[in-house]
């Protein structure tokens, strides 16, 4: 019987074998699936690492670039740059054969010029602004981390010159400027869509100088992006970059095993040694300084006492979670900084497992009983963190140990993030992945007042001894001293426990191997721009 | 015949404004605003106060029942909480998408499963009869989403024949016009058909065979018990006897009465297919209504969750009542229990 069926099936079998269709040229192109729908196309909205993979460095470019091999800043937009000595003025020097994408929606009639770096700017710096209030007004990246205090002016000084000009001297200022969140916009684009009365249009049919233009988007099943046949780097290799929303992780891996995509972000950690043995995959790891970590709304009682926060964060067995949820490829966590980073002080006293301990503190916040929260669950996976839900039911069995009774909750991204932000949440399992290589990056964009501000202060908490500490780190370049004023910052976080750290861990990227050039990226969103596909034989991929 | 449509027509007129009052209760059943969750327009919203006296909501709850009816009919179906988009905008490419699953599905479950329950009924107690039992059964005892993920596992993982995700291979740019795949290929780009026709049957494969399972294997156990009935029916027996040869039995006699009780069940089969809608298009990330609906679910997104309970109700009580004027129009005897009754 089986014998019978098997030879009925055979011809069926040569028949798909043999109209696995061969894409024509037009239709080619690198497939990359993505977490989770883009919140908007302008990467000045947002802080999530979905949407900057998709756009940031796919779309848009940025006045300088940091070279994560080197080590150093280099020009991308900005052919050379200039501070003058009391670190208070900087002039780009600007390129003048950059083109912006023509689409059926936009011919530009003009090259890139500083016009549109004084327009990027200045959308988010200046509240009277025609396109401030578009899109909400709220710039997450930039108020966080104060830079739209700290320029006081933009200035385009000549049709290529731009001079920027700030209140104090900042020593991370370039690092900000070459984040995924500094892009440059089209001011024409912008004005024509103005005038025609839908200014919101520039964030959804986005307009930039970068290596792929826009598409197409439909929610929840993909991106499409074409290449910019004008790039002023040269044109990318592929046709077509789609990005597939697949916000399983186990749906993306079968997916990559049955071709429908090229390129997976995020693999589930506990196939990753399987996937490393593949043979027609490769798995890439990019130590990409990260931290997760769980954040207590500090604004909501009991969390507005620190000694809670000291006994939730002696109740975790964060030994277990490494275990469990990152199988092993993660370090722990003894502050919110990587141990990567030049500043980092750890305080692993602070955040150790001790039930006891968690217990004489709930009882001396007068809380011997215990009390019921709610547990916020992340709910798509990221570099920091792989598995919140799992991550949630070991620690709701923790701290039901203690007495507390966690309730776990979760929404689709978008919703989650909104919410957050709002500040409806109890505590919250999320973690944050550095843009850049500066320190201040995990300190100012996280736990200041100023990030309460603008929505993404997950803790709600605002200690203005704090931002006096990271404020003075700024102001000076001096790294003996930055180092010691970061030391009493992380003393503080450890005495106050606005979150607990949990863990810093490793990026991973399966790509298939006939996609080639691309590499899991250490800080912000991933560069597709230099991927190619090597061309096969039909022979060898049957072999496969 | 008239009187049996005007017994559907007003069944059906019934059910309809039972559905649209169930539906309408919801928006104070949700927990939160009524008028956000019949809306989609919250509290903070500048056009609140507008929505909110549109929709009644300042006067009493029959006149709020009735603009909700008004809207309905209209295509004003809120906005969705999670994009504010127009609910009606993404049901209008969603439910295309899922109609062709459906109906592909119901069409292949009907083209195979009557005729192998007669294949069976014709060998009864012979080994093909008792092969086809045997499958069927199983077909019947496998869950939907675990027979999706075992059909994944073999077909698309190991023999690599069939994609597992979305409607087309998205490298190819088909451009959502309808929503149903086959249909929005004439509208793309002439030089490109022909692969992306080929890439969508692909896509449809496995989805149109996990989702025509269930339906299939009703209908054959259906369709075999009855032509077993039939069989030991006095007038077979005398047609034979008559020397009509065995084709001549069948197609004049036999067939036809078995498929009277079976003709009934396919509006059961298809109220069974749409269920499995939902789980299918959440395994084969197809973007139609069910996925959607499940998401919204998940996501509390109240708006959505009102129409699409609407819509599929609506499709499920149409098809039933189109499959019953079917029957009673095949079936002159049908038609004289329903004048019996009346």
């Known amino acids: ?180 969140f500094a892009v440059i916009l089209s001011a024409e684009y912008a004005q024509q869509e103005l005038q025609a009365g839908t200014p919101e249009l520039i964030d959804v049919r986005p307009i930039g100088t970068g290596p792929f233009k826009f598409g197409h988007f439909r929610r929840d099943v993909a991106v499409r992006l074409e290449r910019h046949k004008d790039y002023w780097q040269g044109q990318a290799q592929t046709e077509q970059l789609v990005f597939r929303i697949t916000p399983s992780d186990h749906k993306r891996m079968l997916m990559l095993l049955t071709r429908d995509c090229d390129v997976s972000p995020y693999p589930p950690a506990r196939d990753i040694a399987w996937l490393e043995a593949r043979e027609d995959i490769t798995l890439q790891q990019a130590t990409s300084p990260n931290t997760a970590f769980w954040a207590f709304n500090t604004e909501r009682e009991p969390f507005d006492d620190p000694r809670v926060r000291q006994a939730l964060a002696h109740a975790i067995d964060r030994e277990a979670l490494l275990r469990t949820v990152y199988f092993g490829h993660a370090t722990m966590a003894d502050s919110i900084l990587p141990a990567t980073s030049w500043a980092h002080t750890p305080m692993s006293d602070a955040f150790h497992y001790d039930p006891e301990r968690a217990r004489e503190l709930l009882a001396e916040a007068g809380l011997p009983d215990g009390f019921t929260m709610s547990l916020w669950a992340l709910p798509v996976q990221r570099a920091y963190n792989p598995n919140a839900r799992v991550m949630a039911e070991l620690m709701q069995s923790n701290l039901a140990d203690v007495g507390v009774n966690a309730t776990i909750v979760s929404y689709e991204w978008s919703t989650f993030r909104r919410h957050l932000a709002a500040g409806l949440h109890d505590s919250v399992l999320i973690g944050w992945s550095a843009d850049h290589a500066d320190p201040d990056n995990f300190f100012r964009p996280l736990l200041t007042c100023a990030a309460k501000e603008s929505g993404s202060n997950r803790a709600q908490w605002c200690n203005p001894q704090f931002d006096e500490l990271v404020q003075a780190a700024i102001r000076t370049t001096d790294t003996e001293e930055r180092m010691a004023y970061y030391a009493l910052a992380q003393t503080l976080l450890a005495e106050q426990v606005p979150l607990l750290p949990l863990a810093h861990s490793q990026r991973f990227q399966a790509t298939l191997n006939h996609v080639q050039g691309i590499k899991p990226p250490a800080y912000g969103g991933i560069r597709l721009y230099p991927a190619y596909r090597l061309q096969q034989s039909p022979e060898t991929k049957d072999a496969l | 015949m008239s009187r049996v449509i005007l017994r559907q027509l007003s069944l059906l007129i019934i059910t309809l404004i039972l559905l649209s009052v169930l539906s309408f209760s919801l928006t104070y059943g949700f927990p939160g605003d009524p008028v956000t969750n019949s809306s989609g327009i919250s509290a903070e919203h500048p056009t609140y106060e507008q929505v909110r006296e549109t929709r009644g909501f300042d006067r009493s709850i029959p006149v709020q029942y009735v603009r909700y009816v008004q809207h309905l009919a209209r295509g004003d179906w809120g906005v969705s909480l999670q994009d504010a988009q127009p609910v009606w905008e993404e049901f209008r490419l969603r439910f295309p998408a899922t109609l062709e699953l459906t109906f592909l599905s119901m069409g292949l479950a009907l083209l195979l499963g009557p005729p192998l329950g007669i294949i069976a009924a014709m060998n009864y107690k012979r080994p093909i009869d008792h092969a086809i039992t045997a499958l069927s059964l199983s077909g019947y005892s496998i869950p939907v989403f675990w027979f999706a993920q075992l059909s994944i596992l073999i077909f698309a993982v190991v023999l690599e024949w069939f994609p597992i995700a979305g409607q087309i291979n998205p490298l190819l740019d088909v451009p959502p016009v309808t929503g149903a795949i086959l249909i929005d290929l004439f509208y793309a780009d002439a030089s490109i058909r022909g692969v992306a026709f080929q890439s969508a049957i692909q896509h449809l494969i496995l989805p149109v065979l996990v989702l025509a399972l269930v339906p299939l294997v009703l209908l054959i156990r259906l369709t075999r018990n009855a032509m077993i009935d039939v069989n030991r029916k006095k007038f077979m027996k005398g047609a034979y006897a008559r020397g009509l040869s065995t084709t001549e039995v069948m197609m004049t006699h036999g067939i036809p009465n078995a498929m009277q009780p079976v003709t009934r069940q396919i509006g059961t089969a298809f109220s069974i297919l749409m269920t499995n809608t939902l789980i299918t298009e959440v395994i084969f990330s197809w973007p139609g209504l069910g996925n959607w609906l499940v998401r919204s679910i998940y996501e509390r997104d109240y708006p959505v969750i009102q129409g699409g309970l609407v819509l599929l109700a609506t499709l499920i009580l149409l098809f039933n009542i189109f499959i019953s004027l079917i029957h009673a129009w095949r079936y002159p005897q049908v038609r004289q229990e329903i004048y019996a009754q009346s």
Request: charged share 20%; aromatic share 12%.
């Open chain 1, 1 to 180: 019987m089986t014998h019978k069926l098997l030879k009925l099936l055979a011809p069926v079998s040569l028949l798909l074998a043999g109209c696995q269709p061969d894409l024509p040229a037009s239709a080619d192109g690198l497939l990359y699936c993505s977490e989770g729908n883009p919140e908007s196309f302008n990467p000045q909205l947002v802080t999530s690492g979905t949407t900057l993979d998709m756009t940031a460095a796919q779309l848009y470019d940025r006045l300088i670039d940091y070279d994560e091999d080197e080590h150093r800043f280099r020009p991308a937009l900005a052919e050379r740059w200039r501070a003058s000595p009391d670190g208070l003025r900087y002039t780009f020097f600007l390129r003048s054969d950059v083109t912006f994408h023509e689409t059926d929606y936009f011919v530009p009639s003009r090259n890139f010029n500083a016009q549109d770096v004084v327009f990027s700017f200045n959308r988010w710096l200046d509240t009277e602004h025609p396109f401030f209030a578009v899109s909400g007004g709220i710039y997450p990246f930039f108020s966080a981390t104060g830079l739209n205090q700290l320029i006081t002016r933009v200035e385009a000084i000549g049709p290529h010159q731009v001079e920027i000009e700030l209140k104090e001297p900042d020593s991370s200022f370039l690092a900000t400027l070459a984040s995924d």
